[in-house]
């Protein structure tokens, strides 16, 4: 007589959901875990201040008021600095919601390192505020920075954002083109098989 093959056994869908919403809360524990032991200048500039307003930055504020930018981006951020460089500022321009933007090298003896700040405003008629962790960066070397970064921005950012601008504008235009000729692309791809 043979016998035949006896089914395994049915899993139950519920053990296996109880097992995924485990290792889930399991995961989301220890990724709370490491980043609540990181240092701020591990994930970014968490601990920013703002130092606009001080006297001794006065000169600063009126170089780089009249720029059409509203934030720029200047040195490394975390212990590897995998964010951000000491040789480019990274400017966003204020219109055109804000994603025209461009990268301006900067000149090596304008360069200076371990020094990191953010410069944002939300319109041009507003003064900057300058947002820096104070306990990663001396003020003396935040004004040096900046002293002598203003002049070279003042003198770069126009034209460089206003072509980061314009070609964005320009990006978005042709996208906008080719979505209002697609319908008739493929009525006509769809037209064009023999009945």
């Not at 944002?120 to 900046?146: G, H, M």
Request: proline share 6%; charged share 25%.
């Amino acid at each position: 007589m043979k016998t035949l093959p006896t089914e395994p056994a049915r899993t139950s869908g519920k053990s296996a959901i109880v097992v995924i919403a485990a290792v889930a809360v399991v995961g989301g524990m220890a990724s709370a875990t490491f980043l609540l032991n990181r240092k701020p200048t591990d994930i970014g500039m968490i601990g920013k201040t703002d130092v606009g307003g001080l006297q001794a930055l006065a000169g600063i504020q009126a170089q780089l008021r009249p720029l059409r930018a509203c934030s720029a981006q200047y040195g490394e951020r975390g212990r590897r600095g995998r964010t951000g460089s000491h040789t480019e500022v990274i400017v966003t321009a204020c219109e055109n919601d804000g994603f025209g933007f461009a990268r301006i090298a900067v000149p090596t003896e304008r360069q200076v390192e371990r020094v990191a700040f953010n410069l944002e405003r939300s319109s041009v008629s507003e003064p900057w505020k300058i947002l820096v962790e104070k306990d990663q960066v001396p003020f003396p070397e935040l004004e040096r920075a900046l002293t002598q970064l203003a002049p070279f921005m003042a003198e770069e950012v126009p034209s460089k954002l206003a072509r980061a601008v314009d070609e964005k504008l320009a990006a978005d235009r042709e996208f906008q083109e080719r979505r209002a000729a697609e319908p008739a692309r493929r009525k006509a791809a769809q037209d064009s098989y023999p009945e």
